[in-house]
C-alpha cells in the first residue's frame, strides 16, 4: 500500500513499524494550516494501514514541534473568522488520535510546545532526550488551552499538576518530566534512537490483537473525557482568539518582550 504524500508530515515504513514525522525543520515543526490539515487525516491512515502494526510519532531537525506557527497564529489573530474552521481540526486530531488502536510510540527529539505537547502526550508511550523540554503556553499569547491540553495533562500527571502547568504555560525540561510521570522515558540524545526501537521492536514480538484491544481499554476513558470537553475547549479557545489579551500576546512575540495582559 503506497504511503501518502504530504507536505508537512513524513511517512516512511521499517518492516511493520510506520514513523511518522513532522517535517518543517526550518520553522522547528510548528503548525501551520496545512500541517493542521495533513495532521487530521495522518492518524487516520495509520489506523487504516494494513502494512504496520505500530507507529511513531518524532519531529525533523532539533525540535519535535514549537507549537502554532507564528505568521500563520498572527494572521488567524487579525482574521479571528478563520480560525473558527480552524479550530475545528483539533477536534478531529485528538479523536484519530486516541481512535488509533496500534500503539503509538513518541520519540521526543526536540522540544515539544502547545499543540506540539498535546500531540507527544496523546502518544501511548513517551521517549524523550534529556535536552527536551515540553510544555502548553497557550495562557502566555491569551490563549485558552483548549485543543487536546485540558484532556490529556490531568490523566498524565493529575489535576493540582496539570492546573499548575497549565494556567501558567511554563515549560518542563524532559529528566522532570519524566518525574512527575509526564513522560515515560528521558536519555540521553544519542541513546534515544536505540531505546525507541528496542521498545518498538518488543511491541512487534507482542501479540497484535492483544496489544491493540488493551490500548482500545486503556483510551475508552481518554475518549468519555475527550467527548466532554473538547467542544468547550474549541468555543473558549475560539473566543479568546478575539480578546485583547491574545492580540497583545501576539505583538510582545513578535516584538520579543514580555506580555502585558489587561485586566478584563
Known amino acids: 500500500?503506497?504511503?501518502?504524500?504530504?507536505?508537512?508530515?513524513?511517512?516512511?515504513?521499517?518492516?511493520?513499524?510506520?514513523?511518522?514525522?513532522?517535517n518543517r525543520p526550518e520553522a522547528l515543526?510548528?503548525?501551520?494550516?496545512?500541517?493542521?490539515?495533513?495532521?487530521?487525516?495522518?492518524?487516520?491512515?495509520?489506523?487504516?494501514?494494513?502494512?504496520?502494526?505500530?507507529v511513531v510519532l518524532t519531529g525533523a531537525g532539533r525540535a519535535f514541534s514549537a507549537g502554532g506557527d507564528l505568521d500563520h497564529v498572527a494572521h488567524n489573530a487579525a482574521n479571528p473568522h478563520l480560525f473558527d474552521n480552524e479550530v475545528r481540526l483539533a477536534k478531529r486530531i485528538v479523536f484519530a488520535m486516541l481512535d488509533l488502536d496500534k500503539p503509538l510510540v513518541c520519540r521526543l527529539n526536540g522540544h515539544a510546545v502547545g499543540l506540539g505537547a498535546s500531540l507527544a502526550l496523546l502518544s501511548d508511550i513517551i521517549f524523550a532526550a534529556d535536552t527536551a523540554k515540553i510544555g502548553d503556553p497557550h495562557v502566555a499569547i491569551g490563549l485558552v488551552a483548549g485543543d487536546g491540553g485540558a484532556v490529556i495533562w490531568p490523566q498524565r500527571v493529575g489535576l493540582c499538576r496539570a492546573k499548575e502547568y497549565l494556567l501558567t504555560g511554563e515549560l518542563i525540561p524532559a529528566k522532570k518530566a519524566e518525574e512527575i510521570g509526564l513522560i515515560n522515558h528521558c536519555l540521553p540524545a544519542a541513546e534515544l534512537d536505540a531505546a525507541v526501537q528496542a521498545f518498538c521492536d518488543r511491541l512487534l514480538a507482542g501479540s497484535r490483537n492483544a496489544i491493540r484491544w488493551t490500548k482500545v481499554l486503556l483510551n475508552l476513558e481518554l475518549k468519555r473525557i475527550a467527548t466532554a470537553v473538547m467542544d468547550a475547549g474549541i468555543a473558549y479557545e475560539a473566543v479568546a482568539q478575539r480578546s485583547p489579551d491574545h492580540r497583545e500576546g501576539i505583538q510582545a512575540l513578535v516584538e520579543k518582550r514580555k506580555p502585558v495582559f489587561g485586566k478584563d
Open 1 to 22: 500500500m503506497p504511503l501518502p504524500d504530504y507536505k508537512t508530515i513524513a511517512l516512511s515504513r521499517q518492516g511493520r513499524l510506520l514513523t511518522i514525522t513532522l
Open 29 to 54: 515543526n510548528a503548525v501551520n494550516l496545512a500541517m493542521h490539515e495533513e495532521l487530521a487525516e495522518v492518524f487516520v491512515f495509520a489506523a487504516s494501514d494494513p502494512e504496520s502494526d505500530v
